[in-house]
């Protein structure tokens, strides 16, 4: 069995240039599937790959959230729930285009960080 590595990126440890370099395509990774686009066309690039990983776990609370809410309109809360987690999802994603785009290193909340930061993808 494989044991899991802690695949955390440090902010302080990505140079300017790396994040320029990122910079052009890193928002794409809070545009729904899109973080396929910055995952694979910046591979080696820490200031693309720490944003892809917040794109990838809203993805799937985006998925979650589609699930959980046609499980809830059986209660007829459903549509409730969509719309309040689809508006919370929407301003989280515009956030992370606007702090990618400048060239920060901004820390979804929400537990999204957190969980960015453990994905074993390097």
């Known amino acids: 069995m494989q044991s899991y590595r802690y695949t955390a990126i440090d902010p302080t440890q990505v140079t300017k240039s790396e994040i320029n370099e ?11 599937i899109l973080f396929l686009v910055p995952l694979f066309a910046l591979r080696g690039n820490k200031y693309a790959l720490f944003h892809v990983r917040q794109g990838m776990v809203l993805f799937a609370y985006k998925i979650g959230l589609i699930v959980a809410s ?49 994905l074993p993808i390097s």
């Open 22 to 32: 990122g910079r052009p395509l890193a928002w794409l990774s809070y545009v729904s």
């Open 70 to 118: 046609l499980i809830l309109s059986l209660l007829v809360i459903g549509p409730a729930v969509w719309i309040v987690g689809s508006i919370i999802l929407f301003v989280l994603c515009i956030m992370g285009i606007v702090k990618s785009a400048v060239g920060e290193f901004w820390k979804c909340p929400f537990w999204v960080h957190q969980l960015a930061q453990r």
